[in-house]
């Protein structure tokens, strides 16, 4: 199992432009988040997804958007980069056992830079 | 709003000591509570969690103290070790397997 992968690592824009941040998972988890980390502060919440072809916003979704077409993948789009996006963003994946939480899983995380 | 607290915010602690983390939540709606674990660089790994119908866990040298009346949860980290150093985070799971994250305490085990 790769287990949660995000590509790219590392990406630096200019305001304005647009990018999506790759997530895929290979343990056929049916939930799966979205978090930013910002310097001094826990992660938090962008978008979440309880199984495919349903999404919601969670703490900090403006400017962000998801979508989710399949069980295994969970891209993050931003519309139009400004410099408060400057910061590492982070997938995870889940799933619940008899209606109980199994263990979160984080990527490696995106460092993004907005110029 | 903060709904899960986090203090201190850092911790200087002797090798061979005691670290001590603790976390205070609002919602009752929070079903699981797990301790991350990050070292620069890296994402936060899963260390050990707890739900809240038991009051305490211990794996390994990790324990965490869970008091559902209070509304707070600990860890405590035994005999402390220089590689022990990293940014812990408390966090707490509601609906949709959400994670409300602490603020990180960052820990540095002197030797």
């Known amino acids: 199992n790769a287990g949660v992968t995000q590509t790219p690592k590392f990406q630096v824009l200019k305001t304005g432009q647009s990018m999506t941040l790759q997530c895929a998972q290979d343990?056929?988890?049916?939930?799966m988040s979205w978090y930013r980390q910002d310097p001094g502060m826990g992660l938090r919440l962008i978008h979440y997804?309880?199984?495919?072809?349903?999404?919601d916003q969670g703490e900090v979704p403006n400017g962000y958007n998801v979508s989710r077409s399949t069980t295994e993948d969970f891209p993050l789009r931003l519309l139009s980069a400004a410099p408060s996006q400057t910061s590492v963003y982070f997938c995870?994946?889940?799933?619940?056992?008899?209606?109980?939480?199994?263990?979160?899983?984080f990527g490696p995380g995106t460092r993004l830079t907005v110029l | 709003q903060q709904q899960v607290k986090q203090s201190p915010q850092s911790l200087i602690v002797q090798k061979g000591g005691i670290s001590i983390i603790n976390c205070a939540y609002e919602n009752t709606a929070f079903d699981y509570f797990p301790w991350y674990q990050q070292f620069p660089g890296k994402g936060p790994a899963l260390l050990i969690a707890?739900?809240?119908?038991?009051s305490e866990k211990k794996e390994g040298r990790f324990t965490i103290s869970f008091n559902k009346s209070a509304k707070q949860f600990s860890l405590h980290i035994m005999d402390s070790q220089p590689g022990d150093s990293a940014t812990y985070f408390c966090a707490a799971m509601e609906y949709g397997n959400k994670l409300v994250f602490g603020a990180g305490t960052i820990l540095r085990v002197k030797s």
């Open positions: 343990m056929n988890h049916e939930y």
């Open positions: 997804s309880v199984g495919a072809g349903i999404t």
């Open positions: 995870a994946s889940s799933s619940r056992t008899s209606g109980s939480p199994d263990t979160q899983y």
């Open positions: 707890i739900r809240p119908d038991v």
